[in-house]
T-cell receptor, first 116, second 113 residues
Framework: DAGVIQSPRHEVTEMGQEVTLRCKPISGHNSLFWYRQTMMRGLELLIYFNNNVPIDDSGMPEDRFSAKMPNASFSTLKIQPSEPRDSAVYFC??????????????FGEGSRLTVL | DAKTTQPNSMESNEEEPVHLPCNHSTISGTDYIHWYRQLPSQGPEYVIHGLTSNVNNRMASLAIAEDRKSSTLILHRATLRDAAVYYCILRDVLIFGNEKLTFGTGTRLTIIP
């Protein structure tokens, strides 16, 4: 299996522009997570989906952020408009939900976003 | 989620065992203990998890205190490739759909050649 695939790996954009990050989870996994990592705040969970339905979006910072999962093999995280404080590495992760909380999360390599 | 406490950083010599401690004094009976690590410029990766008994796998061993208020991740023979940030995380299995992981600050492990 190719693992969790994220694109783009690097994105540099200017303040005010729309940014779309993409994620393809591991085939067969039914839960997907978006995390953000910065030096100041560490790894933060933004949102997670189970069977394509958002379960917990309490970590989404504000209305400028939105996430969708139109099908089991694709998710997007959109920032509109982007701001310099959104600069971070964004990770996508997926898991086959076991119902017992013992499953292993698989992370992608991340998308490094720089907003100028 | 119950909280974990880890040292900010540790150093170890190459080819020696490493013991990474984690305190979780408020752990509940249904919390599993998970360990992940994050190598430089990569996403976190699973290391090991356990509930009550000690666990071994190809990467590491997990020693869990009898009262479950602390645990130790053991790397039996550290290599330079083990230099990473190690995260100790509790996950409550009774909460339906609770597959999410809440990461703390972890322990940054430096391996000295």
């Amino acid at each position: 299996d190719a693992g969790v695939i994220q694109s783009p790996r690097h994105e540099v954009t200017e303040m005010g522009q729309e940014v779309t990050l993409r994620c393809k989870p591991i085939s067969g996994h039914n839960s997907l997570f978006w995390y953000r990592q910065t030096m100041m705040r560490g790894l933060e969970l933004l949102i997670y989906f189970n069977n394509n339905v958002p379960i917990d979006d309490s970590g989404m910072p504000e209305d400028r952020f939105s996430a969708k999962m139109p099908n089991a093999s694709f998710s997007t995280l959109k920032i509109q408009p982007s701001e310099p404080r959104d600069s971070a590495v964004y990770f996508c992760a997926s898991i086959l939900t076991s119902g017992g909380g013992t499953g292993e999360l698989f992370f992608g390599e991340g998308s490094r976003l720089t907003v100028l | 989620d119950a909280k974990t406490t880890q040292p900010n950083s540790m150093e170890s010599n190459e080819e020696e065992p490493v013991h990474l401690p984690c305190n979780h004094s408020t752990i509940s009976g249904t919390d599993y203990i998970h360990w992940y690590r994050q190598l430089p410029s990569q996403g976190p990766e699973y290391v090991i998890h356990g509930l009550t008994s000690n666990v071994n796998n190809r990467m590491a061993s997990l020693a869990i205190a009898e009262d479950r208020k602390s645990s130790t991740l053991i790397l039996h023979r550290a290599t330079l490739r083990d230099a990473a940030v190690y995260y100790c995380i509790l996950r409550d299995v009774l909460i339906f759909g609770n597959e999410k992981l809440t990461f703390g600050t972890g322990t940054r492990l430096t391996i000295i050649p």
